[in-house]
């Protein structure tokens, strides 16, 4: 079966004031919610975050770097974390997968019920230098509007961003996806003012993808009125980098005294004596045996 990916839109208004960004995220989001066996509230807050930080990543300055977007909120859900790297591929995990409340009046999802309050944090890794980390209250907690503060606060760039996940009575997502906005330094006000208006009929994002509306038509959407140009499109996925080896150096830095510390409980209380680790972000377990561990350490001595 040929892969389906979601895709990111590139494009700047031609005068240079704003650079926008369109993203249909819905494939993504439907990996995460097989990986992750969310509720519908989990997949939409999941979801969001995923779609946000699949952007976030391109917007990086050089291809070794990754970013990570985290909502730690003291609601149900905990905190919830997508990392994203500079081509937009990302992964994710929410603490409480079930964290799941009854609809909103006005028939949504309610994210920011399962969020509570609490801070967004963004961290860059960004090769040899200090790592980037910025940290915002949360605005709404619907995650859009937390993003928008997030880039108007910690980075002086002010942003237009919209966000949604539509969620299946089966819980996979219908449609999914978001659109962001960024005004460049010394934007024509004019201009500013027309993308004002223009957001507000962004409000439905994720029902525009349900149309099945492209990137292109809600770019249009998006900077109704004002000339731009085309950048490109771009293919981004769901991807989990763990490896062996990733699990190799988390256990060598925990020490060996540790893990010996590990198989001897294990001995004492009749278990089988081994370490399993199990990646957060896609499940994938990684199992050691006592002789395993324990080599990991040898050339070390
Ligand atoms: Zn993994």
Redesign the pocket.
């Known amino acids: 079966m040929e892969k389906k990916y979601s895709k990111i839109l590139r494009a700047m208004t031609k005068d240079g004031s704003a650079r926008a960004y369109v993203i249909n995220s819905t494939e993504i989001v439907n990996e995460a919610i097989k990986i992750h066996k969310t509720s519908p509230t989990a997949a939409a807050l999941l979801g969001r975050v995923l779609t946000a930080a699949s952007v976030m990543g391109t917007m990086l300055p050089e291809k070794e770097c990754t970013m990570t977007l985290a909502i730690r909120g003291n609601g149900m859900a905990g905190t919830t974390l997508a990392t994203s790297d500079y081509y937009g591929n990302v992964k994710g995990y929410i603490s409480n997968p079930l964290a799941d409340l009854p609809l909103k009046p006005n028939g949504k999802l309610d994210v920011s019920g399962i969020v509570g309050g609490g801070i967004l944090c963004v961290s860059k890794d960004v090769g040899d230098e200090v790592p980037y980390n910025g940290n915002i209250e949360l605005v709404s907690g619907e995650i859009a509007e937390d993003v928008a503060q997030y880039f108007a606060v910690s980075e002086q760039t002010p942003t237009l961003c919209a966000l949604g996940v539509l969620v299946n009575p089966d819980i996979t997502c219908k449609a999914s996806g978001g659109v962001f906005v960024q005004l460049l330094p010394f934007a024509d006000e004019s201009i500013i003012s027309v993308l004002e208006e223009n957001a507000k009929s962004l409000n439905n994002i994720s029902s525009k993808f349900a149309e099945g509306l492209s990137n292109e038509e809600i770019l249009k959407i998006a900077l109704n009125g004002i000339e731009y140009d085309l950048f490109d499109e771009i293919e981004v996925e769901y991807k ?1 980098d ?1 490896s062996r080896k990733r699990t190799e150096r988390a256990l060598i830095s925990l020490g060996k005294p540790e893990i010996e510390k590990i198989f001897l409980e294990q001995k004492e209380e009749g278990k089988e004596e081994k370490i399993e680790l199990e ?1 957060h ?2 499940n ?1 377990k990684y199992s050691y045996t006592k002789e395993e561990a324990l080599a990991l350490f040898k050339d070390k001595e």
């Open positions: 989990c763990c990646c972000f896609c994938k």
